[in-house]
């Protein structure tokens, strides 16, 4: 049995019960469990996530992690336990109602709209666009094409911010697997979400990208964005990341901040110990 | 020459009706991806229904509402809109071959209620009874041909038109995001759901349209009508001409229909006097082998598809 680590200052409200009243809460989980045909990938999983926190997700192969998101982002009901987003009991809803909430995520091997423009992967993103109706461009024209002129100015704006601007009308398929990353990112922007899960961001990108990548994470940090990234890359985690939350089997066996991580016994033989063997 | 002429006329009628239900093909498959297998129970609903609101009263069946012609032909499209919604609910959740599979089964349920339910539209006789609108006036003769011919050509244009614009909208981004990558889609905030019904209603609407252009054509429609060659038949020439090009499309139906109508001609021309008798089974062969050799040989058509861009990131 793992032995819980003392949460470090009020981080950690998870007590059983407690109701996430908290407005510094913007995500809670309280007791999820999800399970497979009797595989349980997360078992009992409390925690809570501070607005304007980078908290890093770690743990070895299959413990997991992206369950979780997928628990977390509605592409899995939990089959126990409930989400709180905002204060709010999220579980059983769909991802596309999520993200209309202010949950945006990335993935972990990424998922562009292959035969589309970059340009129009991210304009694809704003949420109740009035060309989204299938009669609008015919009934509104005017308003469409005045919305669609500004929806393209903030795509291209945000496609500057991730550096992706000069490859504006190439196909995404046809772009790096790195720039796929900061892709997905500027897709999930355009619906300026609050709370923005990263899945693996930085793995199989160039360091010159992944240097870019967590430049951008902290200006949005700083702008008030909430991120929850999942990362094998440990340096990465123990410098941008705080708090530090580590998964094994399912479990929580540590939370806390990084030097916390560094110098728990747990935590190295749960999570460095099975990355040795793998 | 003038034998020439009034075939050439008559053969880019059909070709331009059946170009009308390649581009609402075009729109599920090219543009969201959705499969339909049952392209000939939309394009029947549309025939049938837009006979029946616009014939003369028959004693033997359903029909006879003398309906305006253009409200008659609008009544078709309807009737293949409401079809689609209905199987669309059921069975849109299913995906590719699933999909397929599913709407092969209604077409051919509708032909079989077609053929078998006398009382609602005429049976194995099909329906008969339907003047051809300004038949009065311009009788039977070329220039009525002629005029139909401009009728369905200004309709396929403007099915065209409507089309393209409908791409370059959001909602076309929608389409294209959707058949790339609906878990994506959804992660964006987007309900696949709704908008794969859509996409298949409106699909079916023109191929429906296209159904009640070809009965008008002919003034009769029958189950020989809807049989599930033409469902095939339509897929080739979308996938000949370029799945998710609209003018591939087009040169598609044009390219299948004038080879369909050739390979008959040849086949009963010069065909042994004893394989005669099968011209029409050795053309089904035929057109299973421009499929099957395109998506081998050249899956993306003659005219692939380009990118298709709402937006352009150059000022």
Same mark, same amino acid.
């Given at each position: 049995m793992a032995k819980r680590a003392t949460a470090p200052e009020a981080t950690f409200s998870a007590q059983k019960g407690l109701k996430p009243s908290d407005k510094d809460v913007i995500l809670s989980l309280q007791r999820v469990s999800r399970d497979f045909d009797g595989f349980l990938a997360v078992n009992d999983v409390s925690f809570d996530i501070q607005r304007g926190s980078i908290t890093g997700l770690i743990g070895p192969n299959g413990a997991g992690k992206t369950t979780l998101f997928n628990v977390l982002t509605g592409m899995l009901d939990p089959t126990a336990g409930q989400v709180f987003l905002d204060g709010h009991a999220v579980s059983g809803k769909s991802p596309d109602q999520l993200f209309t909430q202010g949950l945006g995520r990335t993935f972990q091997i990424p998922r562009p709209f292959a035969r589309m423009s970059v340009l129009e992967n991210v304009m694809l993103a704003p949420m109740a666009q009035l060309g989204e109706k299938w009669y609008g461009s015919f009934l509104d024209r005017k308003k469409v094409v005045q919305q669609e002129a500004l929806i393209r100015d903030r795509a291209m704006e945000t496609l500057e911010f991730v550096t992706l601007d000069s490859l504006a009308d190439r196909a995404a398929g046809q772009i790096s697997g790195g720039q796929m990353k900061l892709l997905e990112l500027a897709r999930v922007l355009m619906g300026d979400p609050q709370l923005i899960l990263l899945d693996?961001?930085?793995?199989?990108?160039?360091p010159t990208l992944t240097g870019t990548l967590i430049e951008k994470i902290e200006d949005l940090n700083r702008q008030g964005k909430t991120f929850v990234i999942i990362e094998h890359d440990m340096d990465f985690v123990m410098q941008h990341c705080n708090p530090v939350i580590a998964l094994a089997e399912g479990k929580i066996v540590f939370q806390g901040s990084p030097e916390e991580a560094l110098a728990n016994p747990v935590l190295l033989d749960a999570y460095l110990g099975a990355q040795a063997n793998d | 020459m003038i034998g020439l002429i009034s075939y050439l006329v008559f053969f880019t009628t059909v070709a331009a009706i059946l170009s009308i239900a390649v581009l609402g093909l075009n729109l599920q498959w090219g543009n969201s991806g959705l499969f339909n297998g049952g392209v000939v129970a939309f394009f029947g609903a549309g025939a049938y229904t837009t006979l029946i609101l616009g014939g003369t009263p028959q004693?033997?069946? @359903?029909?006879?509402?003398? @309906?305006f012609y253009p409200l008659a032909l609008a009544g078709g499209m309807v009737a293949a809109g409401v079809m689609a919604w209905v199987v669309g609910i059921l069975? @849109?959740?299913?995906r590719h071959d699933y999909l397929a599979i599913a709407t092969f089964g209604v077409a051919v349920a509708f032909e079989n209620l077609m053929r078998n339910a006398e009382w609602l539209a005429g049976g194995a006789q099909g329906l008969r009874g339907f003047e051809r609108p300004l038949h009065a006036w311009l009788g039977d003769g070329f220039t009525y041909n002629a005029l139909f011919l401009i009728f369905v050509l200004l309709l396929l244009i403007g099915t065209y038109l409507f089309l393209q614009r409908l791409i370059l909208s959001p909602f076309g981004r929608l389409l294209r995001a959707i058949r790339e990558d609906e878990i994506a889609a959804r992660s964006l905030g987007k309900n696949p759901a709704r908008i794969r019904l859509t996409a298949f209603v409106i699909g079916s609407v023109i191929m429906g349209l296209a159904g009640g252009l070809y009965a008008t054509f002919y003034a009769f429609i029958s189950p020989q009508d809807v049989l599930p060659i033409l469902t095939f038949q339509i897929w080739a020439m979308l996938i000949v001409g370029g799945a998710g090009n609209a003018r591939g499309a087009v040169a598609g139906a044009f390219l299948i229909w004038a080879a369909w109508t050739a390979s008959g001609w040849g086949l009963s021309r010069f065909a042994p006097v004893d394989l005669q008798l099968y011209t029409g089974s050795i053309q089904f062969v035929l057109i299973g082998l421009v499929i099957v050799g395109m998506l081998l040989?050249?899956?993306?058509? @003659?005219f692939p598809e380009k990118l298709v861009v709402s937006q352009s990131g150059r000022h």
């Open positions: 693996e961001p930085a793995a199989g990108v160039n | 004693e033997a069946h @359903l029909g006879g509402y003398q @309906l069975t @849109l959740r299913l040989w050249r899956p993306q058509g @003659l």
